[in-house]
């Protein structure tokens, strides 16, 4: 095994600073050097010129040389912090429903089908490279409530060399018969040997790419007994395990939750008042949030899925994402699917573009615009943050992926832009000044581009997809 | 030459019944014969299954026949009734602008290059190839200011075979230097040859796909001379010709305008004072109209192109498209690209289904919902319709395309759902009740399909692009 040489523009998002806006760095001439674990082990920008011909010069004979072409570039893989793997076969129906009926019309029904593990591993299978070839390099995927068909998604994820975090939900109220655990226990039960199934399988594999998540899938379908055993469980496991779960994503489901827990403030009071809130905790949607839950959030660390993409689709409202960066909330995209109607981390940007400026367009223009993000559209910068590095950090992973650093594991994307790629809607642009064009081409990707354009997806520096890989 | 018989699945969108809400027809199995020169001679579902028999025999002899595989469906082409050609260079870059700004430091600078025929003859091959692979069957077309390149544009339209309506700018104020034309004058001396180079083309082809129109791109643009003498070319030809330009996009463009023309009571009021708005004119945009504007659009039978891609990405705003309806303005979809970043009538229809549930999210929930289309999200039906009936009267083309019907011209599109299009987006449905599939189908496609989906592009019966034609 050998290092591999990755030579070529790349385009890489920059850590929060509290002082300044969110930013992005491109290089037109970069060698990152990737060792044969998949870590990267040295990243050196052409203007460096006497160290990277050093490098060049020291390593050239052992190493595999991937070189790019001048229509190319790498950049981070998506992190898609939000998806249901089960709903993929409804993706495109029901968007004339809101959040409770489609549950009740269109969700539950099609995630029943999953009690059969044969059913899941055929859809399973499709789903994963359909994620992949988009792109998304670190998926968090919400099964159903059944065990052996999560565990069936598990090995295929295995199998498929993705990052990622897999829960199987936990329902044991508020749902219909074939979608209902039949206690409280059981599906505490259920979600622990689906832990103790992923934890063992990365050790026989001495992989770490799969972690498990606890799942509740929203207040609403847990009995506060469920809730108290799962903050327990993700408790007794050191470190503590992830969870994940949704939160005000629609006022009807803000209606029931306050029905059905009287005795709390708040949505986030909820799950903060079962020890459900840290540093660990990926909440999807966060629709609705008041300010009290919004200082509840930032204090404890949590972050934030936006999915803006399903937020449209199912009507549910518009999720104020610069509100909760000026606030200091970790926030991430995700698809939503099927509330969203497209798997592709490109378009849950292109939505959270448009959510931003439709927020802008509701601000009265007789207040002032305060500094920071709130109320304001979001930068090209800041999309491709909140796909990456947000992300990375929502996932707690932000020490290891999100961008290209000493040390953090290559997940990339190799991006081609010409009309060779096939996509005819990207229109290759000038390349009169390198920056400019660098930027340009970023751009023109993140608003135009689609899995055409995505030539390699690589995690931990093995290739696992892309258009170029496919026959 | 001989018949053609088309067999299989057909999608059917039904003209408005103000008394009925907008909606479609599903054939599972039905027979459509197009005459050599591409009209609708009959059309038969199989349910009539006696007549269907008796076509099939006497016509089966001397026909060509296409057969459809149960993943795909027929349907009406797409049509486009907003899109710049020489802003496709420009697809996705300037998403952070509003329109003045957007204008002077992106679009017109990028049409400047239009000076040179050549550059215009490069571009516009590869724009007019890509707006037909995305379905596009019928295209209003803006060009620059420059009359060589617009002949150019209206050559390569011609070859590809598309139905179009194409106009080359006026602009002679408020324009930098090297897109502004010398005066009023040269301007509609300019606009003349190019309608009596197009008037000269479709004769001598024996072919109607090309319509002229006349093109003041803004009243901004446009002194009160050229206002008038546009005013009397499109009275001096007969029938009177079309007219396309921009109304009401932006807040910073109609205090502008309202500056430049101040003794106009509206923007609408100042194209109607110029006798430019009628039955034949195509406003783009209308997104802050006054009441007393939709009156006079609806009076004159002006017909509205809402772009919302383009009005969500400069920040224009939220068109009230249900508004219009209820007001029976004709009403069709645009791409308005570089304004929009995508050339596809799928992504605009996918953003006019987000643009309609941002109306219904800021509707005040105390007051009750009027019957009609005002402030409710538009169901599936009533965005197929936007994309091809409703443009098709945008266009004043209803009797011709824009729907299947005895006499129409055949402009279709041949849908393909299944994973072997090759759109990992497009989750194929399962095939339980033959109506609810066909629905799903559409649906599915509407909202998750791309240019894989479209396999073949026919104008006036004659194949003119699609995935299936491309190598």
Chains 1, 2 share one sequence.
Request: with cysteine; glycine share 8%; charged share 20%.
């Amino acid at each position: 095994m050998s290092e591999t040489h990755y030579y070529g523009a790349v385009i890489n998002p920059q850590e929060r600073n509290p002082r300044e806006p969110i930013s992005y760095k491109v290089y037109p001439a970069c060698l990152i050097i990737v060792s044969p674990v998949g870590q990267i082990v040295d990243m050196i920008a052409q203007s460096d010129i006497v160290d990277f011909q050093e490098k060049e010069r020291e390593r050239c004979d052992e190493a595999v040389t991937v070189i790019l072409s001048s229509d190319e570039f790498l950049m981070p893989g998506f992190i898609d912090t939000h998806t249901h793997a089960p709903q993929f076969p409804n993706l495109g129906i029901g968007q004339e429903y809101q959040l409770l009926d489609w549950l009740k019309d269109v969700t539950y029904p099609m995630e029943a089908n999953f009690a059969d593990p044969d059913f899941a591993e055929r859809t399973y299978r499709s789903v994963v490279r359909r994620i992949i070839d988009f792109g998304t390099t670190t998926c968090c995927y919400y099964g159903t409530v059944h065990l052996d068909a999560t565990k069936r998604l598990v090995d295929i994820v295995r199998d498929s060399g993705q990052r990622a975090f897999i829960g199987k939900c936990n329902m044991d109220r508020e749902v219909p018969e074939d979608n209902l655990e039949p206690s409280a226990n059981d599906s505490i039960q259920a979600t622990e040997q689906l832990i103790d199934y992923i934890q063992n399988l990365t050790q026989a594999s001495d992989s770490l790419l799969i972690h498990p998540i606890i799942t509740p899938r929203f207040a609403i379908s847990c009995t506060p007994e469920l809730l108290r055993g799962l903050s327990d469980l993700a408790e007794a496991y050191n470190p503590t395990l992830h969870i994940q779960t949704h939160i005000s994503e629609n006022l009807d489901e803000v209606a029931r939750m306050g029905e059905l827990f009287p005795g709390n403030t708040s949505y986030a009071d909820v799950y903060d008042s079962f020890g459900l809130l840290g540093r660990k905790t990926i909440l999807a949607h966060a629709v609705h949030l008041g300010d009290d839950e919004i200082d509840i959030i930032a204090k404890k660390e949590a972050g934030i899925s936006h999915c803006p993409t399903s937020n449209f689709n199912l009507t549910s409202g518009v999720a104020p994402v610069g509100k909760y960066l000026d606030a200091g909330i970790k926030i991430g995209l995700g698809t939503d699917v099927s509330g969203g109607f497209n798997p592709s981390i490109l378009n849950a940007i292109r939505h959270a573009s448009i959510a931003s400026k439709v927020i802008s367009l509701q601000h009265n223009p007789s207040d002032p615009l305060k500094p920071g993000y709130n109320n304001r559209k979001l930068s090209v910068a800041t999309l491709l943050y909140l796909a990456t590095l947000g992300g990375a950090q929502v996932c707690g992973l932000e020490d290891d992926i999100g961008s290209f650093a000493l040390g953090k594991s290559f997940d990339a994307l190799m991006v081609k832009v010409s009309s060779e790629a096939g996509n005819p809607g990207l229109y290759p642009g000038g390349k009169e000044d390198v920056d400019k064009y660098l930027r340009g081409m970023l751009e023109r990707f993140l608003f135009c581009g689609d899995d055409r354009n995505i030539s390699r997806v690589y995690v931990q520096g093995k290739l696992i997809g892309g258009n170029d890989c496919i026959e």
